[in-house]
């Protein structure tokens, strides 16, 4: 139940996330990786927890579990994306300001990239979502990495002319920012229908049985305990402030991420008569979180930046 509700959503939390990679404040960019990253990183601990479910288990068990499950497909996942988006995106980018080619179409290289990383790393048994996470970072170190340092490129590239566009995606001084536009407008766009389908299948799926008093009890602990605790934990020594800690704490909003889990669990081996009491404990979560963390996310997000552009001055 733990690996199944650590993820949170990527695409459910885009109004905490990064909107602009030159402009990185410290909790959108906490959120934003901390939701990239944990998609797959949980993913170990879902296999143990069946693993404990469907058989006794030794010393040898327990070894090839946090070899293979958990350092090598970690290792393996992050690996095959970064492999990805460095061959691919100098490649690219090569063809673009060399040889002033292979501009059109590059709406298709975004899911390309997602299907061929994603398949990659579970090829080699690494963690699919891993690679597709990694290949995100190097596309944007790519980015980053070509840019001058000091100065902003003017963006959206991509709202000009077509003749202008052509140019921004030839110059080398500008094709890896023009890139990694056209590859997150179409990001974009996919998540937001990613985000009305999970709605309408959670919302689908909600019975009374999903709002048992138990399952509410599990999840006021989850959303107002054990996270938040966390949270300070593993950000003790770490340079955010309290605020940050706060609604970094706050902002885990469940999603997608934990619904492949639950599918998954349900296929490999979780057992039946455990079956209908995990997918209301987490349908439930989802349906919550998305309830109360929408409701709250702009006036804290207000808050906040007002905050923070005070503490700027």
Not at 174 to 196: K, M, N, P, Y
Request: net charge neutral; charged share 10%.
């Amino acid at each position: 139940m733990g690996g199944i509700l650590a993820p949170t959503d990527p695409v459910l939390a885009a109004d905490v996330q990064v909107d602009n990679p030159y402009q990185l404040g410290a909790l959108r960019f906490g959120l934003t990786s901390e939701a990239g990253l944990n998609d797959g990183s949980a993913f170990p601990f879902v296999l143990l927890g069946l693993m404990l479910l469907m058989k006794p288990i030794n010393s040898a068990d327990l070894w090839h579990w946090f070899a293979i499950d958990f350092c090598w497909g970690t290792l393996a996942g992050l690996a095959l994306g970064f492999a990805v988006a460095a061959l691919v995106g100098k490649y690219v980018l090569h063809l673009r300001t060399v040889h002033r080619a292979a501009v059109g179409l590059g709406f298709f290289l975004a899911p390309g990239l997602i299907a061929l990383s994603y398949a990659l790393g579970e090829l080699v048994h690494g963690y699919g979502f891993l690679s597709v996470f990694a290949c995100a970072v190097t596309l944007r170190w790519i980015e980053m990495k070509s840019a001058t340092p000091g100065t902003v490129p003017e963006l959206p590239l991509i709202a000009v002319s077509s003749d202008a566009r052509f140019e921004a995606a030839v110059n080398p001084n500008t094709a890896s920012v023009f890139l990694v536009e056209l590859l997150l407008q179409f990001t974009d766009q996919l998540e937001q229908i990613g985000e009305l389908v999970i709605v309408v299948i959670v919302g689908a799926l909600l019975t009374p049985a999903t709002f048992a008093a138990k399952n509410i009890a599990d999840l006021l602990l989850l959303f107002f305990i054990i996270r938040p605790l966390a949270i300070a934990v593993g950000l003790l020594r770490t340079p955010f402030g309290a605020a940050e800690k706060g609604l970094i704490g706050w902002f885990g909003i469940r999603g997608i991420g934990s619904l492949y889990y639950l599918a998954y669990a349900v296929q490999h081996g979780l057992p039946q008569s455990r079956t209908e009491a995990v997918a209301n404990t987490v349908l439930a979560a989802i349906a919550i979180s998305v309830a109360i963390h929408g409701i709250t996310v702009t006036p804290l997000m207000t808050w906040y930046k007002r905050r923070y552009d005070a503490s700027s001055r």
